[in-house]
């Protein structure tokens, strides 16, 4: 009989429709609140994406997990609140990034990582009625960090094979790190009951991944980085990329119809395609992991900052014009609120946005001076909006546009992660605007870094410094920023989440960071 590896995760939800997500051992057939689909294998491995329709709008659905009608979720002695699907209206979204997996713990000793602030806000929910849970939960990059695999991770890595030493490789290696990740109890047991978004960064891939052209010549340099990237992207396609889909959008999917209509192995079939996503990064895309969800009055439109990259040519971009226009396309429209979730913020601290153009500036010239500027891009991760200044630019132009439309929105937030610290800012553009636009970024979610990067992080922000930086940029001809901003909470540490309540044209955004006995707020705002 088969039996449930993973899952079960609630993904796609809308007012009449859901999709729940499940790894089994075994094929099987899966049954989800009255949806049925049979398992398609990758590898050793097995998954289902359940569609589940005729939901009605405003209900929550109580529901069970069946392999072959044999009842395997919830379990029988499950201290958690029964499953459940609710179609009401988005009011509370939770956000944040970069959670790394729990380490084992050392004896008298204290995660060394923080306390996991995802974590804590299950064990809140478990004593919470269900009119005070969160409708969605946005995860902006780094869900698995597949180049620092945990001593586990690394043991039994160890014990597959040799070399290359330390390295995720394979398909079933990615694999590993999802169920290391997503089967602690309490993370199970949320993504069962709140319809999650997820996009990557790059350590779901590779740390720096796409950071520059020349990282990538480095990379295809070793030996085992085709398997790896092939299996890396092919892996988030399975566990990530495929529950952002709609239920149409699924159904006009080409791969996922190719997927369901092999009938035996398609692990080949995603590695070819991973492969074709990979090299598009050149140009010529085709491949889109970018996507919308609409909750209602609230659009969410999600950017993928990593493997749509423009890395040769005149100009380095974030986005490539192709998936850009269809960015523009989507970001506009009748609604109250447009979040824009990208993994990496568009609007940073002043003295390090001026910095990443300046560094892009010099990684760009030729000899001795481009190839150190090229190094300290690598080392300091100097890759985020600003490191890319025409798309900078571009989205700041689009952001201006929509907030001063006929249909402008009450707010657009920028939802972001990565930096390891949390804050928000408001952006200031020169002609008037009837949207208020922000960036909002919660990092990290359980990755707390050693206290001696806080100094770092609050110089970054320091007014002077940012002074010193701008009239350099100047000097070097960087053109002057398209938007000010600034900034109206932070720096804030530690592992937290970020939370957006809305409630018609109105949101506040709280930021509740987790500590050794739950969460404490450490900010909250009226947008």
């Known amino acids: 009989m088969a039996e449930l590896v993973l899952g079960p995760v609630l993904r796609h939800v809308d007012s009449t429709s859901a999709t729940v997500w499940v790894e089994t051992d075994a094929a099987c057939a899966v049954t989800v609140a009255g949806g049925r689909a049979e398992t398609f294998r990758v590898g050793e491995q097995h998954f289902a994406l359940v569609v589940v329709e005729g939901l009605s709008p405003g209900t929550t659905t ?43 713990p050392e004896p008298g000793k204290p995660d060394k990582l923080g306390p996991d602030a995802l974590d804590a806000y299950a064990l809140r929910m478990v004593d919470q009625p269900r009119a005070e849970w969160p409708d969605a939960l946005v995860l902006l990059g780094d869900q698995v960090y597949a180049d620092e ?3 586990r991770v690394t043991r039994w890595l160890a014990e597959r094979r040799p070399e290359p030493a330390g390295e995720v490789v ?12 997503w089967a602690d109890p309490e993370i199970r047991w949320l993504m069962s009951v709140v319809p999650t978004s997820m996009i990557f960064d790059d350590h779901d891939v590779r740390d720096d991944w796409n950071t520059s052209r020349t990282w990538r010549e480095q990379m295809a340099a070793k030996r085992w980085w085709p398997e790896r990237i092939r299996a890396g992207l092919a892996s988030y396609w399975v566990y990530q990329h495929l529950g952002n889909l709609s239920p149409r959008e699924l159904a006009s999917d080409e791969l996922y119809g190719k997927v369901l209509a092999d009938g035996g192995d398609v692990q080949g079939l995603l590695e070819d395609f991973a492969a074709q996503a990979d090299r598009e990064v050149e140009g010529g895309k085709s491949t889109r992991w970018s996507y919308r969800r609409d909750f209602g009055r609230v659009r969410l439109l999600v950017i993928d900052t990593r493997g749509g990259r423009i890395l ?19 970001a506009e429209g009748d609604f109250d609120h447009l979040l824009v ?9 002043h003295a390090l946005s001026h910095f990443q153009s300046l560094n892009e500036r010099m990684a760009g010239l030729p000899g001795w001076r481009g190839r150190f500027g090229e190094k300290v891009r690598q080392v300091a ?66 990755n707390d870094p050693p ?19 701008r009239w350099w940029a100047d000097r070097r001809g960087i053109s002057p920023d398209p938007v000010g901003w600034r900034k109206l909470s932070g720096p804030h540490f530690g592992n937290s989440v970020g939370v957006l309540e809305i ?15 739950g969460l404490r707020e450490a900010t909250s705002l009226a947008l």
Not at 64 to 93: E, F, H, K
Not at 341 to 349: A, D, H, I, V
Not at 382 to 411: C, V
Not at 426 to 446: G, I, W
């Open 62 to 104: 109580p529901y069970d997990v069946r392999l072959d009608d044999a009842v395997v979720w919830p379990q029988p002695d499950s201290p958690y609140p029964p499953p459940v699907i609710r179609t009401d209206p988005v009011r509370r979204l939770l956000f944040g990034s970069c959670r790394a997996a729990k380490s084992e």
């Open 149 to 151: 695999p945990t001593p």
């Open 170 to 181: 394979s398909f079933r290696e990615y694999a590993e790190l999802y169920h290391e990740s």
């Open 312 to 330: 040769s040519g005149p100009e380095r971009l974030m986005v490539g014009d192709r998936e850009f226009e269809w960015i523009e396309e989507n």
């Open 341 to 349: 979730g990208s993994s990496l913020p568009w609007l940073m601290p």
């Open 381 to 446: 991760d100097l890759e985020h909006w600003p490191a890319f200044r025409g798309s900078f630019e571009r989205l700041a132009r689009l952001l201006g546009r929509i907030a001063r439309s006929d249909e402008a929105p009450a707010t657009v937030c920028v939802l972001s992660g990565d930096v390891h610290h949390s804050y928000a800012a408001r952006a200031e553009f020169e002609a008037p605007v009837d949207s208020k636009v922000y960036q909002l970024v919660c990092s990290p979610v359980h």
């Open 451 to 469: 206290w001696v990067f806080r100094p770092a992080f609050r110089l970054s922000w320091s007014r002077p410094v940012a002074r010193v930086l």
């Open 503 to 517: 409630d018609g044209r109105d949101a506040r955004f709280r930021l509740e960071t987790a500590t050794t006995d």
